[in-house]
């Protein structure tokens, strides 16, 4: 087993090996060979235990980089959903989705009393139930409120969380991917055979798209984002990085309350059928969840991912008929609303925008968990409401850097193999680097999934969409 100097001076020779690289090469997407770096002098990489070999490439995040006109953003359409019960066990319908039932009702939060759309105005005045914040805020109409967020948090029994070391992977997107190949076929291939490949480019989960759009602009935390080439096909899987793992398991009491507010707030804003009452009395279980499986084109990429639904209203189709729901501080100063444009705006934005939900249904709440107003955003304007400001963030921008990324991913992830994976790490301030690992535990397509295609021909072309794109940006 190596010294933690031996890794130590590992770790030193490999920096300086990227930033040989770097200097050689300029910014943005390194143009290097293929070949892999040779083994560092003092520990060779082959011979640490879980380590793979450095990539020779790597991605510049800087935000001065991607500016310019958005890339064409096909409008999402829905292929599909699942639901995850109590145990979360997978089921392959739309049993577990919620409907959103407001307080004082009405199936359309643009046309809810007591629902506020973005761009209100007026003052604060106490006892009025307003935000506090002319730009976001407006007189609450006919809701009396407040909604007590706190209740059943200390009671035994009545807060049940998902185990956060239980690696999914993507273990449910695969298991719906298994059901439903025939829905893949390009024109001219028999829907009713075994399709040798998925006709598309990238399948993940939401979640792991949202962090690579905010990544031009995040200065917290960093991520890794492992990849596999499978039958044509790039599957990305988030793994935990040792800074949100430290993070999560030093979570304070107070954390874990607000986190506890946040699904609550799910409780009293959603019912189990449309028209119906909400039930707040039931325990607050983080294993349940709903969630849509989408299809869509960034550029010239073809994307299939999942993403878990608050709650739907009204008739319209999906995902145009989704809501999300959130929760924040009310904002009383300056600083507070800066924080909410700069770094929640921008999260909700592109959690929503990805997988094509309209509108965002916010309760600000004060440091005692009860909400005094509630705010609907329209996602496509939040971009525009915030583009004025100083230090703000740019969506183009954002839209521009995944393009960007997608495009590094198919230059770099070229084996065939889903026995081999590789590992995307970034840094606040640092570029995107990868290793490459085979047969390792990194691997994480599971073996029923590959078996699958074990008899199947290895496919030909892969997809070229005749669909015309439909751009919503």
């Known amino acids: 087993m190596h010294s933690e100097t031996g890794l130590a001076r590992l770790a030193a020779s490999e920096r300086r090996e990227r930033k040989r690289l770097s200097d050689s090469e300029g910014s943005g997407v ?23 070999e450095p990539g020779v490439r790597s991605l510049s995040t800087a935000p001065e980089g991607y500016t310019g006109a958005c890339p064409n953003y096909r ?36 046309e809810t009393p007591g629902v506020e759309t973005n761009g209100g105005a007026g003052a604060a005045t106490a006892g009025d139930c307003r935000t506090g914040d002319p730009a976001i805020g407006g ?38 991917l298994s059901r439903h190949r025939s829905r893949f076929a390009l024109p001219g291939q028999a829907a009713s055979l075994p399709l ?59 954390q874990k309350q607000m986190c506890y507010w946040g699904y609550k707030f799910e409780q009293y804003m959603t019912a189990d059928r449309p028209g119906g009452e909400p039930d707040v009395s039931r325990p607050v279980n983080t294993n349940e969840g709903f969630c849509t499986v989408v299809r869509t084109r960034l550029a010239g990429h073809s994307l299939v991912f999942a993403g878990e639904v608050d709650c739907r209203a009204g008739e319209r189709p999906p995902p145009s008929s989704y809501v999300e729901l959130k929760t924040s501080r009310e904002v009383v100063t ?21 997988i094509g939900v309209p509108r965002i249904v916010v309760g600000f709440r004060d440091d005692s968990g009860h909400v005094q107003h509630l705010q609907t955003y329209e996602t496509l304007k939040i971009p525009k409401m915030v583009g004025s400001e100083e230090k703000m963030w740019n969506a183009a921008v954002s839209l521009n850097f995944c393009e960007a990324f997608l495009s590094f991913l198919k230059e770099v992830v070229t084996r065939d193999d889903p026995k081999v994976v590789y590992l995307f790490s970034w840094e606040p301030g640092a570029d995107v680097t990868y290793r490459v690992y085979e047969n390792s535990e990194q691997t994480f397509l599971p ?13 030909g072309m892969m997809e070229q969409s005749t669909a015309p794109d439909s751009p919503i940006v």
């Open 334 to 354: 300056p600083g507070q609303r800066f924080t909410l444009h700069r770094f929640k705006l921008m999260k909700w934005w592109a959690q929503s925008f990805l």
């Open 139 to 176: 007189r609450s109409r006919g809701w009396q409120g407040p909604i007590d967020l706190d209740v059943g948090w200390s009671v035994p029994g009545a807060y049940i969380q998902m185990d956060a070391q239980r690696a999914e992977r993507l273990d449910h997107i695969v298991s719906w």
């Open 75 to 110: 409008q999402p359409a829905e292929l599909g959903c699942f639901s995850l019960d109590s145990q979360r066990t997978f089921h392959d319908d739309g049993r577990l989705l919620r409907y959103f039932a407001p307080p004082r009702g009405g199936d359309d939060p643009r």
């Open 196 to 254: 040798p490949s998925l006709n598309t480019d990238f399948v993940t989960w939401r979640g792991h798209l949202t962090k690579v759009l905010g990544t031009p602009y995040e200065r917290r935390e960093g991520w890794q984002l492992a990849a596999t080439l499978f039958r044509g096909t790039r599957y990305m899987s988030e793994v935990e990085t040792e800074a949100a793992r430290r993070e999560r398991e030093m979570r304070s009491l107070r």
């Open 30 to 52: 390194k143009r290097a060979s293929m070949e892999k770096v040779d083994k560092v002098v003092v520990v060779g990489v082959e011979e640490v235990a879980g380590v793979g």
């Open 447 to 459: 073996d029923w999934y590959i078996e699958q295609f074990r008899d199947l021909p290895k496919p």
